[in-house]
């Protein structure tokens, strides 16, 4: 073989590695469920948001366990029931719950959000979902609160042996660092307790979240995600979510995407939803 044809084979050969690690790549790229949350449609603890998600193409709905007009609402029956009817009407699924509430009435102050938290493991193990969202913002923000993490570790204590047992999955979200609730996470001792990640949220409060996914995500402790860029359209503000797929993809995440907020101001769902999926599905779905 002269010169000529072994450049000429190697070309061939480097052209076919290529491609080969091009096709594992795209053999290998996750697709995530896409869904949103109910309150960002303006119709938290509403049946009324799962045909609203069905005409704008969601797969699935994030569903508020309460609110401030009803603070146990999925404890009641006729309540879960007119969800499970929703969904099976659409077939829009349950993707998850949230207890938003927990930022104006924290689970480190307030006993009745032990319970709230219960009811909630209930709720979901009916509605054949299992991640509860955990919400830690406001009134409820742990950071440079010692007295406060100990007291939210020592009810999550209580809560968990119970979502063990109902195969439920609790997930803190939250403006702390990977690292702090990591630290959480193995003070309770729990595998059914882990992150819900909002890359938003953890870039706002000053971290490096192309640091924290793989830090987390190696740990698989990251229970679901949340789309959103504050006043932006999905792609249209800082975030770099191409490589945010990218890094949850390494990681091996396979759950929801769900879509909050980005919502640029003046704009009603109506204008910004449509967008918002359509941009979710390019990259994640």
């Known amino acids: 073989m002269n010169r000529r044809e072994a450049i000429s084979q190697l070309s061939l050969l480097t052209g076919a590695l290529i491609s080969t690690k091009d096709a594992y ?37 994030q569903v508020s366990y309460n609110s401030k007009t009803d603070l146990n609402y999925l404890s009641r029956s006729e309540n879960r029931q007119a969800i499970l009817a ?17 930022n104006d009435v924290p689970l480190k102050s307030e006993a009745k959000t032990v319970e709230w938290v219960s009811e909630s493991i209930d709720a979901a193990k009916a509605l054949g979902t299992n991640v509860i969202l955990l919400a830690f913002f406001g009134n409820g923000d742990l950071r440079k609160d010692d007295t406060g993490k100990k007291v939210v570790i020592e009810r999550l204590k209580q809560l968990t042996p119970k979502a ?4 439920i999955i609790l997930g803190i979200e939250s403006y702390l660092s990977a690292e702090e609730h990591i630290e959480i996470i193995e003070a309770v001792g729990s595998s059914n307790l882990q992150v819900y990640y909002d890359p938003r949220n953890s870039a706002d409060a000053g971290y490096d979240i192309y640091k924290e996914i793989p830090l987390l995500g190696k740990r698989k402790l990251i229970c679901e995600i949340h789309l959103k860029d504050n006043e932006f359209l999905l792609g249209q503000g800082s975030m770099d979510w191409p490589r945010i797929k990218s890094l949850l993809d390494e990681s091996g995440y396979k759950g929801w995407a769900q879509i909050e907020w980005s919502q640029p101001k003046g704009k009603s769902v109506d204008e910004t939803y449509p967008q918002n999926v359509s941009y979710a599905k390019k990259i994640f779905g």
């Open 164 to 167: 063990e047992k109902q195969g």
């Open 25 to 61: 790549s795209m053999t290998n790229r996750s697709n995530y469920q896409i869904g949103a949350c109910d309150w960002s449609l303006r119709l938290n603890c509403n049946p009324t948001a799962f045909d609203y998600a069905q005409k704008i193409g969601l797969e699935g709905v």
């Open 86 to 102: 929703a969904s099976q009407r659409t077939g829009v699924k349950i993707a998850s719950l949230a207890i938003g509430m927990l």
